[in-house]
C-alpha cells in the first residue's frame, strides 16, 4: 500500500516486531495470487510470470505459476521440486545453499519463526498507525549475502501486497 501524503513509517520495537511475526505465525495457512516482474540488467523488458502461491504452516509452500507457461515449485523440509511441460526435477537445498536460504526464508515468514529470520538476517520492521508495515530483510549469512542485497515487504495486516528481491548486481 501506499503511505498517504504527510503519513511517515516509524521504526517498530523488538517487540512490536515479535507480535507482528505472531500473526503470521497464528495463521492456518494462506493462499494468493502473484505477479512478479524480474527486472535484469541484460534484458530490455521485465520478465513477467503470474500464478497463485500456497502455504500450509509449519513449512510447506507451492507456488502455481499460470502464465506465461504453467509451472509449480514446491518446497516441502529441505527440498524443492520443480515441474513444468518438461517433466519434474528435485533439488535438495545441501545441493545448492544460496536457494536453500532464500527459499527457506521465506517460508520462515509466512510461517511467523523469529528466531529462524533473525539467524538469516537483520531485520527492520517499520509501521503507521493505519497498519501499513514494511519489512527489510538484509542477509547475514554467508552465501546467501554475497547475492542477495536485501528484501523488502510491504503490506497491510496479514496482507504482503509488495515483494522486492534486491540483488548485489543490480537485479531486482
Not at 21 to 44: I, N, P, T, V
Not at 128 to 141: C, D, M, N, Q, T
Not at 142 to 155: A, F, Q, T, Y
Request: proline share 6%.
Amino acid at each position: 500500500p501506499a503511505t498517504a501524503p504527510g503519513e511517515t513509517m516509524t521504526t517498530l520495537s523488538s517487540a512490536e516486531l515479535d507480535a507482528f511475526l505472531g500473526r503470521f505465525a497464528a495463521m492456518s495457512g494462506l493462499s494468493a495470487k502473484f505477479r512478479e516482474e524480474k527486472q535484469m540488467a541484460l534484458l530490455a523488458a521485465p520478465l513477467v510470470n503470474e500464478g497463485v502461491i500456497y502455504f500450509a504452516p509449519p513449512g510447506r509452500l507451492a507456488r502455481h505459476t499460470t502464465s506465461p507457461l504453467a509451472s509449480s515449485v514446491i518446497i516441502d523440509g529441505s527440498r524443492l521440486t520443480f515441474g513444468d511441460a518438461r517433466g519434474v526435477e528435485a533439488i535438495g537445498f545441501d545441493q545448492n545453499p544460496v536457494l536453500g536460504l532464500f527459499v527457506s526464508s521465506f517460508v520462515k515468514i509466512f510461517a511467523g519463526d523469529r528466531d529462524a529470520l533473525a539467524q538469516m538476517y537483520a531485520m527492520e520492521l517499520r509501521g503507521s498507525p493505519e497498519g501499513a508495515w514494511s519489512l527489510k530483510l538484509r542477509p547475514r549469512l554467508s552465501p546467501m549475502d554475497k547475492v542477495i542485497e536485501r528484501i523488502e515487504l510491504r503490506g497491510e495486516g496479514l496482507v504482503v501486497s509488495t515483494m522486492v528481491v534486491h540483488e548485489i548486481g543490480g537485479d531486482t
